[in-house]
C-alpha cells in the first residue's frame, strides 16, 4: 500500500516556465488537496478536490490550476512559474472527516525553486 | 479572519517528563481539530482527531484536550521520549470536515 506518491521530489524552475506536480493515491480516497508550505510556516490550502470532476479553490490558489479526471490522480499545474511559488508542495488525501475518525494522509513533498 | 496560534517558539524538555502544547484560535467554530506531527523534510503524520462534543481523547502516551469555550486545544506527550522530537501541527476543521487549516506548529526537543 503506497498511500500517496508525488513527483517529483525536487524541481528548479526559472521564472515563467510551466510544470505539473504529480500525486496519486491508492486508498480510494474521495478527497484530496494541495498545500503549500513556506519556510518556518504552516500549511496553506491551495485547492482541494472532493471526488473527480470535482475541485475548488483554497486560500492561495492565485497561479495554480487543477484537475481531478479519475479518483486517483490529483495534479497541480503551475503556469509562469514566479519566484513566489518557491516552496514545498504536500499532496493529501482523505475520507470525508465527519464519517471516519481520521485524519488526512501525506504525501513526501516536491521541494520546488524557482530561479 | 479565522487566526489559529501555536508557541512559536521551540519546547526544550527532558526526557521522561509531559510535554504539553497548545493551539488557540479565533475567529473560528471548529467542529474536530486534528493534531499531526512533522518531521524535517517530510510531510505531516496524522495523530489524534477530536470532536467538538468531545472534552478529552488519549491514544497511547498522546492525550489531547478541546475547550470550545475558551476556543483552545492541549496537546499533551507523556513519558516523553528523544524519538517525540518534532514539530507538532493543529488543524481546526470545518464543519464539513474537509478543509483544515493548519497552525504553524511548535517545535519539540526531548533531551535525554
Known amino acids: 500500500n503506497a498511500g500517496v506518491t508525488q513527483t517529483p521530489k525536487f524541481r528548479i524552475l526559472k521564472i515563467g516556465q510551466s510544470m505539473t506536480l504529480q500525486c496519486t493515491q491508492d486508498?480510494?480516497?474521495?478527497?484530496m488537496y494541495w498545500y503549500r508550505q513556506d519556510p518556518g510556516m504552516g500549511l496553506k490550502l491551495i485547492y482541494y478536490?472532493?471526488?473527480?470532476?470535482?475541485?475548488d479553490k483554497g486560500e492561495v490558489p492565485n497561479g495554480y490550476n487543477v484537475s481531478r479526471s479519475t479518483t486517483e490522480d490529483f495534479p497541480l499545474r503551475l503556469e509562469l512559474a514566479a519566484p513566489s511559488q518557491t516552496s514545498v508542495y504536500f499532496c493529501?488525501?482523505?475520507?470525508?472527516?465527519?464519517?471516519?475518525?481520521?485524519?488526512?494522509?501525506f504525501g513526501s513533498g516536491t521541494r520546488l525553486t524557482v530561479v | 479572519s479565522q487566526k489559529i496560534e501555536q508557541n512559536s517558539e521551540a519546547l526544550n524538555i527532558q526526557e521522561g517528563k509531559t510535554a504539553t502544547l497548545t493551539c488557540n484560535y479565533t475567529?473560528?467554530?471548529?467542529?474536530?481539530l486534528q493534531w499531526y506531527r512533522q518531521d524535517p523534510g517530510r510531510g505531516p503524520v496524522f495523530l489524534l482527531l477530536?470532536?467538538?462534543?468531545?472534552k478529552e481523547k488519549r491514544k497511547e502516551r498522546l492525550k489531547v484536550t478541546f475547550d470550545t469555550t475558551l476556543k483552545q486545544s492541549l496537546f499533551h506527550i507523556t513519558a516523553s521520549q528523544p524519538a517525540d522530537s518534532a514539530t507538532y501541527l493543529c488543524?481546526?476543521?470545518?464543519?464539513?470536515?474537509?478543509?483544515?487549516?493548519f497552525g504553524g506548529g511548535t517545535r519539540l526537543m526531548v533531551k535525554p
Open positions: 488543524a481546526p476543521t470545518n464543519n464539513a470536515g474537509n478543509m483544515l487549516t
Open positions: 475567529n473560528y467554530s471548529p467542529a474536530y
Open positions: 477530536i470532536r467538538e462534543n468531545e
Open positions: 486508498m480510494n480516497h474521495n478527497y
Open positions: 493529501a488525501s482523505s475520507y470525508s472527516i465527519a464519517a471516519h475518525n481520521y485524519g488526512y494522509t
Open positions: 478536490s472532493v471526488g473527480a470532476g470535482i475541485t
